[in-house]
C-alpha cells in the first residue's frame, strides 16, 4: 500500500472548517434534495477518516483544496467499502455544477 504524503498546507474538512457544524442523520433520505443534507465520511490519503460532512461542506472544502480530490467519502450508515472518489460524489449531489465532460 502506498502512502502519499499530506502537504502542510492541505487541510482535511474538519481542519478546513470554522464555525460549520456536520448534521449526522440516521434516517434513510430518497429525494435528491433530501441527499445534499446526508452526512458522509471521508477516507484520506494516509488513511484518516475525518468526518462526518454535510456536502455543502465537501463541496466548499473541494473548491479551496487541491488535495481534496484524493480522498474517498461514504455515506453515513454505509460500509467504507462503497466509498467513491469525492469529486463523483459532487457530481452526484451536485449535477448542475459538476457536469462530465
Request: aromatic fraction near 6%.
Amino acid at each position: 500500500m502506498e502512502m502519499m504524503e499530506k502537504n502542510e498546507n492541505e487541510k482535511t474538512p474538519l481542519e478546513s472548517r470554522e464555525k460549520a457544524t456536520p448534521v449526522v442523520t440516521n434516517e434513510k433520505k430518497t429525494s435528491p434534495e433530501s441527499s445534499k443534507s446526508e452526512a458522509w465520511h471521508c477516507l484520506g490519503p494516509l488513511g484518516e477518516r475525518p468526518g462526518p460532512f454535510i456536502p455543502a461542506l465537501l463541496k466548499l472544502w473541494n473548491e479551496l483544496n487541491q488535495g481534496a480530490k484524493r480522498y474517498k467519502v461514504w455515506r453515513v450508515g454505509h460500509s467504507p467499502e462503497e466509498a467513491i472518489p469525492l469529486a463523483e460524489a459532487l457530481a452526484q449531489l451536485f449535477p448542475d455544477e459538476y457536469k462530465k465532460n
